[in-house]
């Protein structure tokens, strides 16, 4: 299965800056992106898309600059941090970005925190916003480190690795820290 750790090649998700209406009207794109059968990759685990992902994208001028939303949904599934049994999870986000041709000391194209937004810089003779990077972003920092099945899950047994959720094995479970064995005979 193929793992991917960045905005899929195959996602083309942008907006004409000419199409954008300067009287600050916002100019609204929506997209589906497929994943085409790769699973996302972050924090060490494997997050299954379920369906394509939901993204609107919106666009208005403030003055000479451009200011986008990003805001997306989908569902994807990863094993639940306890029992590892696979669960599915609905996943939104949203996220700001202001597009300038002023120098905002944030470097070629580099995000630069300001406030509500990251502010990059646009290249005069660009004709198009490439969101794809953006939409990217807003998912990875929306998914979530970890999962459970369901919120009283008990987990795997430490001494056979029997799922505890669906029988109770009956292993004995020491508590007890070995590093600590030895202060215990002392008593």
């Not at 750790?5 to 600050?24: D, F, R, T, Y």
């Not at 094995?169 to 007890?176: E, I, K, L, M, V």
């Amino acid at each position: 299965m193929r793992r991917i750790v960045s905005s899929p090649e195959e996602w083309a998700c942008g907006i004409l800056i000419s199409s954008v209406h300067k009287n600050g009207e916002p100019r609204e794109e929506r997209f589906e992106l497929a994943f085409g059968g790769a699973v996302v990759e972050y924090w060490g685990q494997n997050y299954t898309p379920l369906a394509p992902l939901s993204v609107r994208i919106t666009a208005n001028y403030a003055r000479d600059d451009i200011v986008t939303g990003v805001s997306l949904s989908g569902e994807f599934s990863l094993p639940c941090s306890r029992c590892l049994a696979e669960t599915s999870i609905a996943i939104e986000g949203d996220m700001r970005y202001l597009f300038t041709l002023r120098n905002s000391g944030g470097g070629d194209g580099e995000p630069a925190p300001d406030g509500d937004f990251d502010v990059i810089e646009l290249d005069k003779f660009q004709a198009e916003l490439e969101m794809s990077p953006y939409v990217w972003e807003t998912l990875i920092l929306n998914l979530p480190e970890g999962v459970l099945c369901k919120e009283d899950c008990k987990g795997l047994c430490p001494v056979c690795g029997g799922d505890r959720n669906a029988r109770d094995c009956g292993c004995a479970a020491d508590d007890s820290d070995p590093r600590l064995r030895v202060l215990k005979s002392l008593l």
